[in-house]
């Protein structure tokens, strides 16, 4: 057999392969997400109502009972959103938001008075008396009150507890009256029709049990819409809340992004255009509150960011990532990085490798840190995060400098330790059980786990057969569980998902060799039992 069809140099042709597809990956990634998307224009930059919560800034939460928005800050939105905003829902009636009919009126605004029910029977008794008390003073501003909001999605009342509220608000004021829950909760409660002027239903395609995609959702909307009408027949009926996340886990089909908010909403208004019927999309702006709750998704529903910007125009063409060449910087000092880190005596060879490794997983690091402006909550969150991609970093730095001197023809390169890669079996595993039993909020960190899984595969690859380490019995029981617990989450997906799939390849990168090595260390132990 000739040198060059060897074995060796078909494990180091392919190795190289890799390399060079993961850094021009990580290039066209970045490249792709910073390319201008056409979508369909909205009729007009007009919308007719939106949701509003002014708990938009750094620790600000509705959750802080002594939290209280000054009339000050809420008549610096309204004047911004009438704009764009023909009327705003609110939820409650405390910490502020009471003030909101009056300065609404002064923008030539109206408003669906929102009152907020839960659990706790006082609160709810002090929410109703405010909200008829503001109903009285000023019902040429309200176009309805909406008392209650999902109280029985969470389970915190009962059909007969709210229509009791209800009837009670709706004997006091003159304007109309109604409850606003996810559409299946008035299919399944159908005798609350009877205690509201109009009904108002939720259509979010992205969190329904079933996640809609983009393409989708909107007449999906309409297929929900026509089925509610149906089950009311002459009945009014509004949509409550509609909308789309710019930011968040995937969800089967259904991808949270920036060009799918706009997309949605834009398509969403077209629609509405064609048909008589009242809406309100969610919301305003973003509420970073809303993470803690409902995951990375929750606090990107707006239309305009925190800080009051907006996020798309609606008409042109939209592009998610403007910083885009930010990756590819990032690309390039991981390059010099590991260049400076590991290359004294490897030759072009080993100056290559690293540098294409460096590349890729600068590019990779840049993905996850962008994630992490997105969901990272805290200061807590953020250095926990970060000490995990430093992790990564010092790993793929390790596993570079082994893979390069493997390429550059040095047979025996340090062996990074061991403990290593338990490490990251662990750490690999213990996310992979949050995802499964409690995943519903969970981003996927891809990024982050991309460097050691590829980085041991390839080590793995690179090794000499004659090469035999049995590993550990902690390392045998991790990595045999990792494809079990990843194909779960593609399941939960529908297979709908790619970033699942992608999730499923990283578990088997890092699982596999390890599974492989087990056998390997076996069959040597076969047949050479005086070794053992």
């Known amino acids: 057999m000739s040198s060059a069809s060897s074995p060796v140099n078909h494990r180091h042709g392919f190795a190289w392969l890799v390399l060079t597809l993961l850094a021009l990956a990580g290039a066209y990634w970045w490249w792709a997400i910073g390319r201008p998307v056409m979508l369909p224009d909205a009729p007009s930059a007009r919308i007719a109502c939106v949701s509003y919560a002014p708990f938009r800034k750094a620790g600000e939460t509705p959750l802080d009972p002594n939290a209280f928005i000054s009339p000050a800050r809420i ?7 009438s704009q764009r905003f023909d009327c ?24 669906l008075l929102g009152i907020w029910l839960g659990s706790d029977k006082k609160a709810n008794e002090q929410q109703v008396q405010l909200g008829i008390a503001i109903a009285h003073k000023y019902p040429q501003v309200l176009r309805g009150v909406i008392v209650g909001n999902e109280v029985l999605l969470r389970g915190e009342l009962s059909s007969a507890q709210v229509a009791g509220y209800l009837h009670e608000v709706r004997s006091a ?31 979010l395609p992205y969190w329904e049990d079933t996640p809609v995609s983009p393409e989708r959702a909107v007449q999906h909307v309409a297929t929900v819409y026509a089925k509610v009408q149906q089950a ?71 239309i305009f960011d925190a800080q009051a910007r907006p996020k798309f125009a609606m008409q042109g063409p939209v592009t998610e990532e403007p910083r885009w060449w930010a990756g590819w910087v990032a690309g390039v000092a991981g390059a010099w990085l590991f260049v400076l880190v590991g290359a004294w005596r490897r030759g072009w060879r080993g100056w290559l490798a690293l540098k294409l490794t460096g590349f890729a997983s600068g590019c990779a690091l840049a993905w996850q840190y962008r994630q992490m402006l997105f969901a990272c909550r ?54 992979g059980l949050l995802l499964v039993f409690d995943g519903r909020y969970r981003d996927l960190p891809l990024g982050l786990f991309e460097l050691p899984c590829l980085g041991y595969a390839l080590v793995y690859w690179l090794s000499s057969e004659q090469v035999v380490r049995m590993p550990a019995l902690e390392e045998r029981f991790l990595a045999a569980w990792l494809p079990v617990l990843a194909a779960i989450v593609v399941l939960q997906e529908a297979g709908l998902t790619p970033v699942a799939w992608l999730w499923l390849g990283l578990n088997l990168l890092l699982a ?21």
């Open 75 to 81: 008549d610096e939105d309204l004047r911004a959103l």
């Open 88 to 111: 705003v829902r609110t939820y409650s009636q405390g910490q502020g938001l009471s003030a909101v009919p009056e300065i609404a009126s002064r923008y030539g605004m109206k408003v």
């Open 232 to 302: 009311f027949p002459g009945r009014r009926v509004m949509i409550g809340e509609t909308g789309w996340p710019s930011a968040g886990r995937p969800r089967q089909a259904a991808s949270a992004s920036l060009i799918n908010e706009a997309r949605y909403l834009r398509e969403f208004l077209r629609y509405a255009a064609t048909v008589n019927m009242p809406y309100n999309v969610i919301e305003a702006f973003d509420q970073p509150w809303k993470r803690e709750q409902e995951g990375t998704a929750g606090g990107y529903w707006g």
């Open 378 to 431: 805290d200061r807590w969150e953020w250095t926990a995060s970060l000490l995990a991609c430093a992790f990564a970093l010092v790993t793929v730095l390790l596993l570079a400098r082994w893979i390069a001197a493997r390429l550059a023809g040095i047979t025996q390169p340090p062996v990074p330790p061991a403990w290593l890669r338990f490490g990251w079996l662990f750490v690999l595993a213990f996310y």
């Open 512 to 532: 596999v060799p390890v599974l492989l090595g087990w056998r390997r260390a076996r069959q040597h132990l076969r047949l050479y039992p005086q070794q053992a």
């Open 173 to 203: 004021v003159s304007v109309p009256v109604t409850y606003a829950d996810v559409w299946e909760f008035w299919l399944r409660h159908p005798e609350l029709a009877g205690s509201v002027d109009y009904l108002t239903i939720h259509i």
